[in-house]
């Protein structure tokens, strides 16, 4: 196929854009971009697309949700607005482990089920890679249950899922105050188990006061290491934990949240390349007033994504366009910022080299857009402006 008459954002160097450009395409490769003038003679001959002036953008990708879940916490949004906090309500039993009595309850086909319109509403922003967490089990086999329905989530929807092990989430009611006995006899099984049965491609936790320590957490980085697997954290959310300097001596793909975050995290992030992905869904939802250090961030070159952290407490939303809009809004990044991580530090955040930018060589997962310019997918707030996607070469339908 050859897309005729684009307004191309290659992000490559920033936006990287290419008036009245064409992109060919090879299988589920990207086999040339750049302008009409300067198409090579080879791709001439390739059935045609023209997308009329329209915006293509490489396949936005969402590197943070925890998509895969049952039931809803709408009954904790009453509560916060009559003044309880996050943290009050996940220390008296709510919170996560409210999903985890319902999650434990679900199969794994209504887990599928459920999460499907979830995936749905992200394709329907732009998504066509998405990172999903399991974390709502907390037993070996709930655990286990949550990443298979995850890693069917690709047979069933036009997208690429990456499948994160998130067992160390919180500290489930029959390991209360036993954290490193819970890592000791369900986190560490169930990331043997979902390794050996090839349902990971990365490990996560989450560092926090109601959570897990660093000290609860280093046997779990250990055995993730030793296997292979690449780590993450959800660090410096709620307090400073030193979670992200903790992640970066792991070589860490990504910190996540980072509210907290101090000039010493930041210093190891930078040093150990890994990227900080900032999630102002949840930041808006918890009506937080910490904001993450952006300009230091921004400073010391640390690489800037975006995600959804699609959640039924913390982050009920499922549209990466509205989490740009909010990294805008909330957090002073510029559109151009907040599209590079939607795509590019996206990418690198889940430590994919094949997809993030348009180029030769590269996935063929484009978004075409009804906007002329890259800002304006930032610029709407809550605006669905994708026109179409081809995700693998194929044109959705
Ligand atoms: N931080 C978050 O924002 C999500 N998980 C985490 O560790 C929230 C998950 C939830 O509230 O269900
Ligand atoms: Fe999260």
Redesign the pocket.
């Known amino acids: 196929m050859l897309l005729t008459h684009a307004t191309l954002a290659t992000m490559t160097d920033g936006y990287g854009l290419i008036r009245d450009a064409a992109v060919a395409l090879d299988g589920d490769r990207i086999a040339w971009a750049g302008p009409m003038a300067d198409l090579p003679v080879a791709y001439r001959d390739l059935p045609e697309h023209d997308v009329a002036g329209r915006l293509v953008t490489p396949g936005l990708i969402d590197c943070h949700t ?1 998509a895969v ?1 049952a039931g809803h ?1 709408a009954v904790e949004f009453e509560l916060r607005l009559k003044g309880a906090s ?1 943290e009050e309500i ?1 220390r008296a039993g709510g ?2 482990l409210s ?1 985890v009595t319902a999650t434990r309850a679900a199969s794994e086909e209504a887990l599928l089920a459920k999460a499907l319109p979830r995936i749905d509403q992200l394709i329907a922003s732009g998504a066509t890679t998405i990172e999903v967490k399991s ?2 089990g907390l037993t070996v086999e709930d655990e286990l249950k949550m990443l298979r329905a995850a890693r069917r989530i690709a047979a069933n929807r036009p997208v690429a899922v990456k499948t994160t092990h ?1 067992a160390a ?2 500290i489930p009611p029959e390991y209360k105050g036993q954290p490193q006995a819970y890592i000791a006899d369900v986190a560490l099984p169930s990331l043997r188990a979902a390794h050996a049965e090839g349902l990971i491609d990365a490990v996560d936790a ?1 560092c ?1 006061t109601i ?1 897990f320590s660093t000290d609860d957490l280093a046997p779990l980085f250990a055995e993730a290491v030793a296997l292979g697997l690449p780590v993450k954290l ?1 660090a410096e ?1 709620l307090t400073d934990q030193q979670g992200a300097a903790f992640a970066a001596r792991h070589r860490a793909l990504s910190a996540d ?1 980072l509210e907290y975050l101090s000039p010493e995290g930041i210093a190891a992030m930078a040093a150990a390349g890994t990227v900080a992905v900032i ?1 102002p869904g ?1 930041f808006y939802t918890l009506r937080e007033s910490q904001l993450p250090p952006i300009a230091a961030l921004r400073a010391a070159g640390v690489p800037m994504a975006v995600a959804t ?1 699609l ?5 009920p939303m499922a549209s990466l366009t509205l989490a740009m809009n909010m990294a805008c809004t909330l957090f002073r990044l510029t559109p151009e910022e907040a599209l590079l991580g939607t795509t590019v530090h996206a990418a690198r955040a889940l430590g994919l080299a094949d997809r993030g930018r348009i180029a030769a060589g590269l996935r063929a997962d484009l978004c075409l857009w009804d906007a002329d310019h890259p800002a304006e997918l930032s610029y709407r707030i809550g605006a669905t402006p994708l026109h179409n996607r081809i995700f693998g070469g194929h044109l959705d339908a």
Do not use: K, W
């Open positions: 925890h879940f916490r996050y996940a919170g996560i999903t974390g709502y998130l989430h919180a989450f926090e959570a959800h959310q949240h999630l949840a952290d959640n039924p407490g913390s982050s």
